[in-house]
């Protein structure tokens, strides 16, 4: 499989790696073989790609979000997901219950690549854009509980540029939940100590100490919780226990917020 893809939509391959070297494991956390499938395809060394503390930041996170959306599902078993940002994720094999209707956005070479690796699937519509233009809210139902996931895809974005998405969401959709991943300012200044993002050409654009930054940036955005993916990280390793009791803060977090009704 050919590869071509821009330098924020090559940090795809961080949590693809990690889950393709994590599903391998005899005890994994996480499974995802279409993963593993993809790398075996794609033959890309993982090595600069997973790395402990990303390893264990991915793992966290895919194991709270899959735990959150899962809750959300089984109280709106008709839900419609939008995947923003989606990369290589397979989320919807992990969290579908025979109803939803899933949607996998991103930019045109990344649907491209993910286009020969992904099958066509039920219920699921991979469509090219960007989230920062409305187009691609036409294709997305009205009349369903409306779910939007960013995962990795904040920090690539200016603060007006996540005020843009969100104007895009509120005017597009009369309410709808976000969850989306934060992390920290001091990341942004110390990003070139990212022990796997270092190894890319993306930039890391913007951070917050809150989530309620976010919300802040437009009216009618409301922040219903923020977890720090130490509460998972702690659970497994003791090099996790001690970042997360030193320096627990500068850790990325899921962040859920809602518009609307």
Known sequence: MELTLGDVQTTALIPLAIKANETKRSNARIKDEMAVKIIETIGVDTRPYDKFMSHEGVVARTIMLDKSLKEMIAKNPDSAIVNMGCGFDNRFERVDNGKILWFDLDLPDSIAVRKKAFPQRDRVTMIAGSVLESAWTKLIPQDRNLIFIAEGL????????????????????????????????????????????????????????????????????????????????????????????????????????????
């Not at 009791?245 to 500068?250: H, N, T, V, Y």
Request: net charge positive; glycine share 6%; proline share 1%.
């Open 154 to 261: 904040f920090m690539y974005f200016t603060m007006e540029e996540i005020k843009q998405l969100l104007t895009v969401l509120k005017t597009s959709f009369r309410k709808g939940t976000l969850i989306a991943e934060q992390n920290c300012k001091m990341m942004v200044k110390q990003q070139k100590h990212h022990d796997t993002v270092k190894n890319t050409k993306a930039v890391f654009k913007s951070g917050t100490d809150s989530a309620q930054e976010i919300a802040d940036l437009l009216p009618g955005i409301n922040l219903v919780e923020e977890r720090s993916f130490n509460e998972e990280m702690k659970k497994h390793s003791i090099r996790g226990k001690i970042f997360a009791a030193l320096f627990g803060k500068f850790n990325d977090r899921w962040a859920t917020f809602t518009w609307g009704a």
